[in-house]
């Protein structure tokens, strides 16, 4: 909560003090209850790498370990005690290393910490990270959630939650839900992946890149505790920093489609139909449940009032592990679980802040440059457009002009895809008749000298504001090239985000 929201409103001292009082009242009521939860999700879905979110989990484990033991808890039921939450990315090889290396990091911990590792089960589960799914061509998600749910299995985790297609999208509906649901059903009782114990075990591969992750992860770890440890590492915004680094080189990577996005920076459908969206209003929903509960706590005889007050007031005097079993009292007798909160914390009141991480999926850069040109569509009547001046015989033109529809699709154009034309000024007329604002002109490097010039003339005497691309990059003729008029270039490694956007705003779609 800390890292998501940027703060919690409680004294540190509090929230390890009812910790302490939670575990102890496990030992009698309910031992196998995990109490303590690390969850690594706010940092993944912020782009953490897989190291990085190795060594923040160990961190904050430490961080735990230090504060309860300080009170007197034994090391042995912290562990015990400890439910682990690893986000899953669509790195198939990479996550199944992550959760092998995740138990040999906290073993090792266990150990320094002199407990028994015999006698601790580390319970480790995971959940799709949201930072890879994307709104558009929802049903691709289908098959990331599919891949994280495998190599979550094969890393050997306790529990798993498949994320619904939609998720990013609206509230879940039933159907994919249960899709979700049968994910794991699937790959139980037709890849029969719980019938083997350790199924990557003896991979060379993956040993090898498991015991990578554990001593970059380690390394990574000393950095936090020398900087102060998990919670002065955020203080400090240390982490925040060193996540921002990584996001920035995957957003990066991701804009010049290094790394695919299918459906979204990559083999993109501009006529796809989106999900439509949820129109569930949490904040109607949320009125109409407040109403219900004041009419609810105000009925009732007076004594029934008095005697949830007086249980109000007993959790707010008690810090020790009767405390849960005073809630449940005050719950059975008729309080809400905002008043339990609100007596809980209001003698305990106090903040710790920090800089919140930001929380920014993957592909949210172009589903905006997508919801521009559906913006632009509703007013003009049609999406902004490009059109391939393809010259030359079909094997002059066809593999550039088949990347250039590509690379305009995924930030929203409707393409023109003509026949090669062999006469410039055939094609000038066709550009002119089809009213486009941008032409990409393709063909060989050997024939763009003599080209260019022409076709760059010919269509900037009629339209001085049309924007006149280049596919392909000849390195020894840019210059010339900028000269003749070509506004930009495209090419594999191109900024494709930079320069999607840059035709966006010249076009003068809404931002």
Not at 389 to 409: C, L, Q, V
Request: aromatic share 10%; charged share 25%.
């Amino acid at each position: 909560e800390l890292a998501e929201t940027g703060k919690i409103d409680v004294s540190e001292e509090f929230l390890f003090n009812s910790i302490k009082s939670s575990i102890e009242w496990t030992r009698k009521n309910s031992p196998e209850l995990k109490v303590i939860g690390i969850s690594t999700l706010p940092f993944v879905n912020s782009g953490a790498n897989t190291v990085q979110e190795l060594a923040i989990a160990l961190s904050t484990l430490v961080y735990y370990l230090n504060q309860l033991t300080e009170k007197g808890m034994n090391a042995e039921e912290v562990f015990d005690k400890t439910q682990f939450t690893f986000g899953i990315s669509t790195n198939y090889f990479m996550e199944i290393s992550k959760f092998r290396a995740a138990r040999i990091l906290l073993n090792n911990m266990a150990k320094a910490y002199k407990v028994n590792t015999d006698k601790v089960d580390f319970n480790i589960g995971a959940k799709s990270s949201n930072f890879y799914q994307t709104e558009l061509d929802p049903y691709v998600n289908l098959l990331r959630t599919t891949t994280q749910t495998f190599s979550g299995i094969i890393g050997g985790v306790n529990s798993i939650t498949s994320s619904p297609f939609d998720e990013v999208t609206r509230t879940p509906d039933n159907f994919s839900r249960r899709i979700a649901r049968n994910t794991q059903t699937i790959l139980r009782e037709e890849s029969h992946l719980d019938q083997v114990i350790d199924p990557a075990g003896g991979s060379y591969f993956i040993e090898s890149l498991t015991e990578e992750l554990a001593n970059s992860a380690w390394n990574f770890f000393k950095q936090i505790e020398n900087n102060g440890g998990i919670l002065d590492s955020l203080k400090n915004n240390f982490i925040q920093n060193e996540i921002e680094k990584v996001a920035s080189e995957r957003t990066k990577d991701i804009n010049q489609r290094k790394s695919v996005i299918v459906g979204t920076n990559m083999f993109a459908d501009v006529k796809e139909k989106p999900l439509e969206k949820s129109n569930f209003d949490q904040a109607a929903f949320h009125k109409k449940r407040a109403e219900y509960l004041k009419k609810y706590r105000l009925s009732g005889s007076n004594e029934k009032h008095e005697s949830v007050m007086n249980k109000l007031n007993s959790i707010s005097e008690n810090s020790t592990f009767e405390i849960v079993n005073l809630m449940t009292e005050a719950f059975l007798s008729g309080a809400t679980l905002g008043e339990i909160s609100s007596s809980l914390t209001s003698s305990h009141k106090d903040e710790i802040k920090i800089t919140a991480l930001k929380q920014k999926r993957a592909s949210e850069d172009f589903e905006n440059l997508r919801e521009r040109s559906q913006k632009y569509k509703n007013n003009k009547g049609f999406l902004p457009s490009v059109f391939l001046a393809n010259m030359g015989s079909i094997k002059d033109y066809k593999a550039r002009a088949d990347f250039s529809k590509g690379f305009f699709e995924i930030g929203g154009f409707e393409v023109f895809d003509p026949p090669g034309f062999s006469n410039i000024a055939e094609l000038v007329k066709d550009v002119l008749d089809s009213g486009t604002q941008i032409v990409t002109i393709c063909s060989t490097d050997d024939k763009y000298p003599e080209l260019v010039p022409q076709i760059t003339k010919a269509l900037k005497s009629k339209n001085e504001n049309i924007q006149i691309i280049l596919a392909g990059y000849p390195k020894d003729q840019i210059d010339q090239h900028k000269k003749s008029g070509i506004d930009d270039f495209i090419f594999l490694g191109a900024d494709a985000m930079k320069i999607l956007t840059s035709l966006h705003n010249k076009l003068g779609g809404q931002a």
